[in-house]
């Protein structure tokens, strides 16, 4: 079997699939602890013989990780390294090795998966926007702060700005009537924002390549923003289409 992940900023994304590429276990973790319990279980039912990994964390902490699945479970983790071209696609950044590796995953995966130019919308800690020419130019993209940041330099940076974050979980419930109250005001308006920025990106799309592109939608926050782009590809798994295209198990 195969252990995947996919460590973003707030949480680690793991997965057991097979050689046919089924999964057949997966979840999420806030930390490297959690990841080694949920291992730990998963190794009950699995036997693990290799590893990957996507990372846009520091360096220490993609050398602590690697340690530790060597350690416990003997992997040896394959990890996915900056490069100027993957797959027929070229990296727009001047200097390759800035562009965070999930944008680079996304973007690969989704030229892979798409026929002709792509947008491709990554909403999570932070959000993305990455543009790819049908030829498999990267142009490079947008970068600005996902749902759990707005949410935060609010709370930070105002005095009277607080309420149960618990109680505001989707307060927006489809609704984006004026809000009545602090949670509301502030849930629908960051969400609104999120909506806003995607919308741009459309329209943004449409001068480069007039209505012949693909849209690509991923990240834990995907599904606030689903609507405004009816025709998106709601892709969940892109880093890790993305991945096992610059990992591939060695034969
Ligand atoms: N099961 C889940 N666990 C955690 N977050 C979730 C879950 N489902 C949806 N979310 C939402 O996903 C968002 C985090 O998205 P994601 O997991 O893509 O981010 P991340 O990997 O931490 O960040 P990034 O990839 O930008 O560094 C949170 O704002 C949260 O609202
Ligand atoms: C932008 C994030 C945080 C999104 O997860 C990540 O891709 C990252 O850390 N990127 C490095 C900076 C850049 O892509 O220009
Ligand atoms: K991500």
Redo the contacts with the bound molecule.
């Keep these: 079997m195969i252990v995947e992940l ?1 460590c ?4 680690i ?1 793991w997965r057991i699939i097979d050689a046919f590429s089924r999964v057949l276990s997966s979840g ?1 973790v806030g930390s490297i602890e959690e990841l080694v319990h949920a291992l730990d279980e998963a190794r009950t039912s699995h036997e693990f013989a290799h590893c990957r990994m996507v990372s ?1 964390r520091s360096d220490d902490e993609v050398a602590r990780l690697e340690n530790v699945l060597a350690q416990r479970f003997g992997l040896c983790v394959s990890t996915v390294r900056p490069a100027s071209c993957l797959a027929g696609v070229r990296n727009g950044y001047l200097n390759h090795e800035r562009l965070g590796l ?1 944008r680079w995953m996304a973007v690969v995966a989704a030229h892979r998966l798409s026929a002709g130019a792509c947008l491709v919308l ?5 959000v993305t926007a990455d543009f790819v020419d049908a030829d498999g130019e990267h142009r490079g993209g947008f970068i600005c702060p ?3 940041l707005l949410r935060r330099q609010l709370r930070e940076h105002t005095r009277r700005i607080h309420y149960d974050a618990v109680a505001a979980n989707d307060l927006t419930g489809g609704s984006f009537a004026p809000g009545r109250s602090t949670a509301e005001a502030v849930e629908r308006g960051c969400v609104l924002m999120l909506r806003g920025f995607v919308a741009s990106q459309l329209e943004l799309a449409k001068e480069h390549w007039g209505d012949r592109f693909e849209i690509f939608l991923t ?3 995907a599904s606030l923003v689903a609507d405004v782009l009816p025709c998106a590809k709601v892709v969940p798994d892109l880093i890790f289409i993305g991945l096992a295209i610059a990992c591939p198990i060695p034969s």
């Design positions: 996919d973003g900023n707030s949480f994304k999420v846009v999930d990554d909403l999570g800690t932070a996902g749902l759990p990240g834990g926050d």
